[in-house]
Each structure stands twice: as C-alpha cells, then as structure tokens.
C-alpha cells in the first residue's frame, strides 16, 4: 500500500491555480527516488491497493477520486479528510 510522498502540478490553461498531474511514491525495488503516477494511472491502481497520505498534522488519510475544488477538473485526486476547499495533496513536496 503506496504513501504519496510528491505530487508535481501543472497550471491550469486561465493561469489561475495549480492541479495535480502525477503522484510519487517509493517502492521495495526503487528507494532512491519515487515513483511518479498520473492521476488516472493512480485511480486505476486504486480499485486494488490503498494509496494514502500523512497530513501536515501527521495523520493518515486515504486518496479519493474527485474534482478540482477551484473548477471541477476530472479525474482528480483528492484525500478523504480534504474540506470544501483544502486539498492536501497541494502540501506535499514537490518532484
């Protein structure tokens, strides 16, 4: 079961906020540098292992399929304790 540990983003066409376009994760056979998922590659691997995130509090939360909370871009990844607004995938690191 995959950590997200990096996203890199893209600028959406208006310039007026940032998406999600790929998620990392380390794996047993690649530790030096983590492995990087589009958003619909990692909603695929979702329907059979967890994907998941530590919050900036430290807490565990699994990653969702959802829209962009500024303009309802899909697919999307999103986490389950993201609010109306937050989106906790933007506190990651970027790669």
Known sequence: MPEIVRVRLRETDDQS??????????????????????TERAISLMLYERFWMKTLAGEETDLVSGKCSVCGHEPYLRTAADGETEEHLLDLPEA
Do not use: A, C, F, K
């Open 17 to 38: 906020h940032y998406n999600v376009d790929l998620v990392g994760y380390h794996t047993e056979h690649i530790d030096t540098e983590p492995i990087m998922v589009s």
